[in-house]
């Protein structure tokens, strides 16, 4: 097998460098017609450029371009600036330390960079020095020999290969490997590192034997990497098709531990055999997956992946039941705070990430046990608009390969979807709260802000779930004028607690 694919490979790598590969443009004859609109433009202005790395190479795997990386020999933010005006773009976003220029052009955007080398300080990835290069020089120093690869957009030779690091031999054999040695490479930059992870995952490559042992060498290294661009990239590996590839990558090498420790301690611990995963890592990846192969949104993945991340610090020993995990919703809906903080997770993403983990036991529990009406509604209140998410979820959930067990599972699921289906209230459920609202309420008890005015407001929207009152406002205030003593006096008279709120 190995022979025939060096030979397979050879065979490629002859053919690219006798032919011209604009061919490989014709089925996205946009990118085409912006490529060929770049050359002419460098042509008449007498200067070299190429489109490089990931164009390159995803027009050699057929992959949708979203994005037109140009490298010019020479400044790249003069080059931009003229390839804006001649294209009758005005707006033109420069980043002056990197000689490179940003055109959001559309349908597909622009970057331009100058052919430039870098060096690095020991303890950042932002280079101290660039200088300008030529175009060997530039494709030196990227990240592996798929994305060093460069084509002409010169008319008269638009289409021509450069292939200094047999890149397209790489991508025949679909590994990736450093141009430099895989040390220096990840050294200067070990961001880099968990690239290699999301290209193994978004695009199904080997990592190198060499690059895989300098990554676990130096995965302490990504300490000096930014939270932000650590983030970015780690969720770039959550969107992939098969996450679970870049995760497990992350984890062998010794990055888990870094990027994410919370994930990293699942590794190695045992859960109750019910399961068909016992190491909680590889059960919660594989959730990671199942929720891949049911739905296109990372914040999804990104829940499938935290939903357990309690469990570790729950787990118990039952002298029955084996491992628990009491409370781990619940507890993990609070270890999420932290998190959210260190990655630099918007607000939207951490409260869609904590209602999603704090809930998740709920519908299996609606799954497991008599359904009442009232039980399936107050899921969807709790859940609002991301009940279908929430859904999807547990059904992500289950990892056994029983086949009884799964069909059990998931009849139990399809019987509280169309108990979901039948609450004729669920639109409005989404956005449900007291028809009578904490302004009246402080208004008629004479209160200010604070714990009895909640509780009122709870008593009377419990009540409506339960079905004791129905969900309009006569039915809610004459309910609010019934219980409203009571709930005072049992709060101190009504006298709010301090800090807080309703």
Known sequence: MEIYRQYVSNIFVLISKMANIQHLLDIQPEPRY?????????????????????????????????????????????????????????????????STAHIPSKPIPI??????????????????????????????????????????????????????????????????????????????????????????????????????????????????????????????????????????????????????????????MAQTSEWHHKDIFYHTIQVVDNAANLSDKMKLRFAALVHDIAKPNTRRIDNQKGYTFHGHDAVGERMLNKVAKRMKLSNELKDYLKKLTLLHLRPIALAKKEITDSAVRRVMVAAGEDIDDLLTLCRADITTKNPHKVSKYIGNFERVEAKMQNVTERDALKAFQSPVRGDEIMKVCGLQEGRAVGKIKSAIEDAILDEKIDNNYEAAYAYFMEIKDTIISENKDGLPAADEGS
């Open 111 to 268: 970057e331009v960079t100058a052919a430039r080398e870098e060096a690095y300080d020991s303890d950042s990835r932002k280079p101290k020095k660039i200088v300008y290069t030529d175009l060997n020089g530039d494709l030196l120093r990227r990240d592996f020999t798929v994305n060093a690869m460069a084509m002409s957009l010169i008319p008269k030779e638009f289409g021509e290969l450069h292939d200094p690091h047999k890149g397209v031999q790489d991508l025949m054999v679909k590994q990736l490997v450093t141009p430099l040695d895989p040390d220096e490479t990840f050294s200067e930059d070990p961001l880099r590192m968990m690239r290699a992870a999301y290209f193994a995952s978004a695009l199904g490559f080997r990592i190198e034997e060499k690059c895989y042992q300098s990554m676990q060498r130096q995965a302490e290294r990504i300490q000096i990497v930014s939270e932000e661009r650590i983030t970015t990239e780690f969720t770039k590996i959550l969107s992939t098709p098969k996450p679970s590839v870049g995760l497990n990558i992350l984890q062998k090498v010794g990055l888990m531990e870094h990027v994410f420790p919370e994930i990293h301690v699942m590794y190695g």
């Open 34 to 98: 912006t490529l060929k609109q770049i050359g002419e433009i460098a042509e008449a202005n007498k200067k070299e450029v190429y489109v490089v790395g990931g164009v390159v190479r995803d027009l050699f795997l057929n992959r949708k371009l979203k994005e037109i990386d140009i490298m010019v020999i020479g400044d790249g933010i003069e080059f931009a600036k003229l390839l804006a005006k001649e294209m009758g773009i005005k707006k033109v976003v420069p980043f002056p330390k990197f």
